[in-house]
């Protein structure tokens, strides 16, 4: 590791609001912490954010120290690509900022808020946009890459309202991107990652929601799989949009609404939300008791900011983790008998198949309108290879793999760059498809140094 010169040091500490800590500090370890554990990296200094000043200083000594920068949003991204060794990290931890005007309907984030920040400080005032479905993963990332969650389907993904950003570029100004300002840029962000600068704030889009939604979950046996993913294929072609419908295949939790002896085995789960009239709803959803003899069921009214956290037991930090994905215009048979081949091989109890639901609102924007182009996935393949130990790295990332490959030919083209792992760095054109060279040449603009390369990289 290069060690940095104290005086320089002490003269970044003075200039900077926020925290410097460094690879000898007490805390260093806690800090360069990230969601996915088998990311260890170590940088040489972590400059934690105070303020947006904060960020040029970080920049301007990151460039001349020659030290390559990574920029911390939420730490959720299953690549690490938060993380540098020997570098500089842009830590925004300690920006986790809120606001709301309640009257225009917009909140204005600072990038280091998590999606449960988010939701909180909205849902004060009855509103919501769409985010992912963990409260701990980070806005920034999150909004940069896509993002989509249960309101995906009724409003569309998170950067289809976000309004503006706020942002600083490679060469040290600050600057805004919106519609009307740095146009191209803001066409950039919505989908192109971290590659065009750093994001201070986000202003978003918001509409009433809740405070109270119907949602839950279904659980049905896996020799059932089949016909429950025909149903659900079927229902879903039809179904409102302020209904979305995820299928997780997974072994089943210790969940208290199931009985014990179905704890452990490979089970087909519904997870239900709808954004609308409580009673509606529950006559909307009958239907989907009778896709099998489920083993269990809990759905019911709740707070929209409770089942923005429901799925968080699963998706603790601290373990290690290799996904993989594909984008999918329609759920084949073929695919459906994949899904239970890999299904019936689960190789760690943590691991699992998640079927995001896309179809609605995100569909209704042009592909070309901004950086992610993926406007005809209907459902997302989200392969979670999640584990423990060490030891299990080879099985689970075989396993994780070898179901991407077998399920290749039902995809369709692009990817979502959220869901990438670190080594999938040659997939990124592929993921971006015709937006591709448009990204390259906004690059070449806005960093044609290739600063801000820590990330599914666009190479100008
Ligand atoms: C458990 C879990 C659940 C998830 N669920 C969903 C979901 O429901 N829906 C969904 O769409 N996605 C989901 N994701 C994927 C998620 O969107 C990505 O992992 C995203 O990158 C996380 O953002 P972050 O800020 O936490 O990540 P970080 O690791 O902090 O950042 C990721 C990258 O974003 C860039 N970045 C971060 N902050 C900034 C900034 N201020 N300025 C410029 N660039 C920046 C950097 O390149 C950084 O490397 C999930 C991920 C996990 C691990």
Redesign the pocket.
Known sequence: MKIQSNEKIETLKNNVKGQIVLPDDPNYDEVRK???AMIDRRPAVIVQCAEADDVLHAISYARGNKLEI?????????A???LCDNGLLID?SNMTTVSVDAQKRRAYVE?GATLGDFDKAVQVHGMATP????S???????T??????WLTRKYGM?IDNLVSAEMVTADGRKIRASENENEDLFWAIRGG??NF????QFEFALYPVGPEILAGLLVFPMDQAKQVLQKYREFVKTAPEELNIWVVIRKAPPLPFLPEDVHGKEVVVLAVFYAGNIAEGEKLIDPLRSFGDTYGEHIGAQPYGQWQQAFDPL?TPGAR?YWKSHNLTELSDGLMDSIIEFAGKLPSPHCEIFL?LMSGAANRVPSDAMAYGHRDAQFVLNVHGRWDEAAQDATCIAWAREFFEVSAPYASTGA?V??MSGDEGDRVAAAYGVNYERLQQIKKKYDPENI?H??QNIKA
């Open positions: 990230i969601w996915n990574s920029i911390r949003g939420g730490g959720h991204n299953i690490g690509s938060a925004f990038p985010v992912g479905i963990n701990t993963t980070g806005i920034a990332g999150l940069l890459g896509g993002g989509f969650g998170t990652g971290g600068g750093v994001i201070t998706l983790n995001p979502y959220n869901f801000f820590n990330n």
